[in-house]
């Protein structure tokens, strides 16, 4: 389609729009449903990648659509803070790709979003000129449906968002909370009058109503998340006590009082030990680097799998003496189409031996333990943010130089923060390979809701008793791996039974290419 075509569209849709403001109050909120309905219809598409129009799906984010703000700004519309993961919550603003005053259209990547998995691309749907940045490259743990940018259809509106700050993204979506709390306190001065006494009298701050639920205005809500304020914290001024947005301007924190108040109120989450803190002579004898997303995530999720998984370990060693031949035939045989690794047969092994053992390629589900019909194997890469496991998928029914290429291609795009959600997320085993740093054997954690993962040491020569020798020994060279398992769902017969597998393929790998 033109891009002549898809501006008259555009046109149209906004024409469509302006007419949804001007009908009734009844039928504006039955558009607003369609028009909400059919954005998730769109953002379930088989797309893998994640774009703008997936605000919409997001309860807490702020829809990308088009309306006036109530400084009678030209008609914009707001891009939010994308979810561009099933666990995202909050995430990073990266490099921006495009600067105020440049065209986009669809597929255009807008800005670098870290996330709680990783660094990736953010593609906006939509089309216009970018008419301001909302938010600096740099900001860290800004909330998934905050507003990020403005766009214009008309390239000439751009100068009038020069001073477009976030407060004006809000407006259009909140424009009507400041006058409904100014309404209903000048609706109800004798009700406000005979609540105060009320309100004041008990000593807790938050006003409620209906058990625990706190009394306030959307607004006030809004800006007591943007304080990472405690809303029920705060003393109500409005009607029957109601939180207005005032309050929370004016909220200050109460400090620490007396011992008797400190006892009384509960225990908080145990804090990380305090540091060592070292003096110089010279200057400062550290530096305190700044946790990312993707940091506080992977310690949350390995800290929950070693409190809560119950791991064991069981070790084997293989002999790696037909597998260094047989790769060394096979990458000479290649004429430079592939070159196959060890990690390569061990994925291939691992993927056999998920299918001639399926009890290992099993999730723990609390009621029960869902069993994964094709071995979709999880491999550990290291990124400078942090570690993250493509997926190599149906890894049982690829050939080697397939899975070289697949995991080659993959684990540079992983570096680079340029995987797919779908590309990481998910797998049924997992596979952590140390060797090439010369570690001889470990012991890796369960990367939960996977029951097991298969930790690689290096090789090694090895002297064995051999009789088939003149002097009685030979030299093999050997590799240790280590089997973590969850014992809620793999025993251990059916580890040991595994690891036998594994070693039969690895040993005698001309099985995997039967």
Known sequence: MSSAARRQILRASNGLRSAARLSSARTTPLLARHVVSGARSL???????????????????????????????????????????????QGGIGAWQKKVGDEVVPGDVLVEIETDKAQMDFECQEEGYLAKILVDTGAKDYSVGKP?????????????????????AGAGGA???????????????AESAQAAPAATAPSSPASSSGGDRVKASPLARKTANERNLDISQIQGSGPGGRIVKEDVVNFKAPAATSTSTSAAAPAPAAAPPAAYAPKSATGDAFTD???SNMRRVIA?????????????????????????????????????????????????????SLKKVPEVNSAWQGDFIRQYNSADISVAVATPTGLITPIVTNAESRGLADISSTVKDMATRARSGKLAPHEYQGGSFSISNLGMFGVKNFTAIINPPQSCILAIGGSSQKIVPD?????????????????S??????????????????????????????
């Open 43 to 89: 953002s379930s598409t088989s797309n893998a990648k994640f774009v703008a129009l997936r605000a919409f799906a997001t309860p807490d984010a702020g829809a990308n659509a088009r309306y006036y703000s109530s400084k009678s700004f030209p008609a914009h519309n707001v891009i939010s803070m994308p979810a561009l993961s099933p666990t995202m919550t």
């Open 148 to 168: 990020i940018a403005v766009l214009v259809e008309d390239k000439n509106d751009i100068a009038a968002f020069e001073n477009f700050t976030l407060e004006d």
């Open 175 to 189: 424009a009507s909370a400041p006058a409904a709390e100014k309404a209903e306190e000048k609706a109800a001065p």
């Open 289 to 291: 680097i700044p946790t």
């Open 300 to 352: 949350s999720r390995l800290s929950e799998s070693k409190q809560t998984v119950p791991h064991y370990y069981v070790t084997v060693e293989i002999n790696m003496d037909k597998i260094s031949k047989l790769r060394e035939v096979l990458n000479k045989a290649s004429d430079g189409k592939y070159k196959l690794s060890v990690n390569d047969f061990i994925i291939k092994a691992s993927a056999l």
């Open 467 to 483: 009789e088939t020798k003149e002097n009685g020994i030979a030299v093999q060279t050997v590799m240790e791996v280590t089997l």
């Open 485 to 514: 398992s969850d014992h809620r769902v793999v025993d251990g017969a059916i580890a040991a039974t595994w690891l036998q597998a594994f070693k039969e393929y690895m040993e005698n790998p001309l099985k995997m290419m039967l």
